[in-house]
């Protein structure tokens, strides 16, 4: 039930046009919202108990969503929240999937307890589905619920597309230690990041394999010292791409990570395929989407991923860091594009196969077409040709964006989370680009 309230006045920052809509809930129901574009909407719980996918709020706090925020309040025993700003939509629904999300955590924390009680290793959870059918969400609401419970439970996240972690163009690993903040997500610190270089496991399709390998050995050696992460298990967010190499990249995914449980969303078909091709060990889980999962359009999704790359240099919301610009001289650093375009077998060096040609590390000619592109800082050490091989599986330290560039001069100007010099000079450029409009 939805009524007018007045606005009220806080420390917050107002939101222009701000009547407050009234919301009671009744228990085990949700108010789903989407915010309009260029508006920002806040939401205040002014009874009961609410959570926003998995994360609790605090009674008479202000939360506030930017531009195309897509959010679903949901209670358990009943509350009543209050909007405040121009919402697209906001309705109340009774019909949600949160009674089996949750059950499927309580499955997965018996699996937890188990683990700790025979010194065993904690549930490894592949999540898949389609596009746009809440994977990235049960994704989060699994791991508050388990960070929750006191478990440190590990995100892996191979949606290059629309990467929770880092930014777009990247897989990565972030160790889970508090449930995600209801306005910014999982706190972001010292992931394991590597870099893919495009927005589509499509591209290059073997060093997507690769890189999930080396995410699940890299795991797996934390898991072996340290018996937390071991138990707390990991939550493995999945690409949308669920058919052809897609789907080889997921069936490779659940072997390199020894998967035990697979929560398929929303497709039958892709349930019963994994159901066929995984070892009968696996449990695969069919579950439903949630009504409220809302479709993104292109633009949506393109959108989106500036803005991650935007929060990685300015900070949330574009507040917190201050990025720096400088000069790079062309001579000390060296850049490479992992892959070579495929050519035609019968032009292949003799013994040398396509998939050789995917892993290459191809050194790049820097030139006025680098200028926007998204590059990688390799960990690589620099300097030897030994060292090189490891290029393609060295994680990242971090990323610069390269603004401008003067031919005649030999020097490129590059926006950098920190000062000069770079810590590294092995970069990797990604297909990805980035205006700086700020
Ligand atoms: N119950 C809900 N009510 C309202 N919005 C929701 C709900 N669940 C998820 N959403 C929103 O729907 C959008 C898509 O969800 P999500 O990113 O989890 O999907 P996905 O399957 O991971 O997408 P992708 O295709 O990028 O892999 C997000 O903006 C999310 O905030």
Redesign the pocket.
């Known amino acids: 039930m939805a009524t007018e309230v007045a606005e009220k006045t806080g420390e917050d920052v107002p939101v222009p046009g701000a009547g407050g809509t009234r919301f009671d809930l009744e228990k085990e129901t949700?108010l789903?919202?989407?915010v309009e574009a260029g508006e920002r909407v806040q939401l205040e719980l002014l009874t009961g108990l609410a959570e926003v996918?998995g994360s609790e709020l605090n009674r008479n706090k202000k939360y506030t969503f930017g531009p195309g925020?897509?959010?679903?309040v949901?209670t358990w025993q009943g509350c009543g929240v209050c909007l405040y700003g121009k919402t697209e939509v906001a309705y109340v629904s009774k019909d949600?999937p949160m009674l089996l999300y949750l059950n499927t955590h309580a499955a997965l924390e018996q699996m937890r307890r188990l683990a700790e009680r025979d010194n065993e290793r904690g549930p490894r959870v592949m999540v898949v589905?389609?596009?746009?059918?809440?994977?990235?969400?049960?994704c989060?609401l699994l791991l508050s619920y388990a960070v929750r419970l006191g478990r440190r439970p590990t995100l892996v996240e191979l949606?290059v597309?629309?990467s929770g972690v880092s930014v777009p163009g990247t897989m990565s690993a972030l160790c889970i230690e508090r449930p995600a903040d209801v306005e910014e997500g999982f706190s972001v610190q010292a992931p394991l990041v590597f870099h893919f270089g495009s927005t589509s496991p499509g591209t290059n399709i073997k060093l997507y394999n690769k890189l999930t390998s080396s995410l699940a050995e890299v795991y797996s050696q934390r898991c072996e010292v340290n018996r937390k992460a071991s138990v707390g298990g990991c939550i493995i967010?999945t690409?949308?791409w669920v058919k052809g190499s897609g789907y080889q990249a997921l069936v490779h995914c659940a072997s390199a990570f020894e998967v035990d449980v697979v929560l398929v969303?929303d497709q039958e078909r892709l349930y019963n395929e994994l159901k066929r091709d995984l070892p009968h060990f696996v449990r695969v889980v069919l579950l439903p989407k949630?009504?409220?999962?809302?479709e993104?359009s292109k633009e949506c999704?393109r959108e989106t991923r500036d803005e991650k790359i935007r929060e990685y240099f300015y900070g949330f919301r574009g507040v917190s860091f201050y990025p720096h610009a400088f000069d790079v001289r062309f001579s000390d650093v060296r850049i490479y594009k992992i892959g070579a375009p495929s050519i035609p077998d019968s032009c292949l060096p003799l013994g040398m196969s396509q998939d050789d040609t995917q892993l290459k590390l191809v050194p790049v000619t820097p030139g006025r077409d680098l200028t926007h592109h998204v590059l990688s800082v390799s960990c690589a050490e620099d300097g030897e040709e030994g060292s090189r091989r490891g290029v393609v599986e060295s994680p990242v330290c971090g990323f610069i964006v390269v603004t401008a560039v003067d031919t005649q001069a030999q020097v490129m100007t590059v926006l950098s989370p920190a000062p000069r010099p770079l810590p590294r000079h092995t970069l990797l450029i990604m297909d990805i680009r980035f205006i700086d409009l700020k």
Do not use: M, W, Y
């Open positions: 949700e789903r919202f989407e996918f925020s897509k959010i679903a949901f949600t589905g389609p596009t746009d059918v809440g994977k990235s969400t049960v989060r949606d597309g629309q967010n690409c949308g969303l949630s009504g409220g999962v809302v993104r999704r």
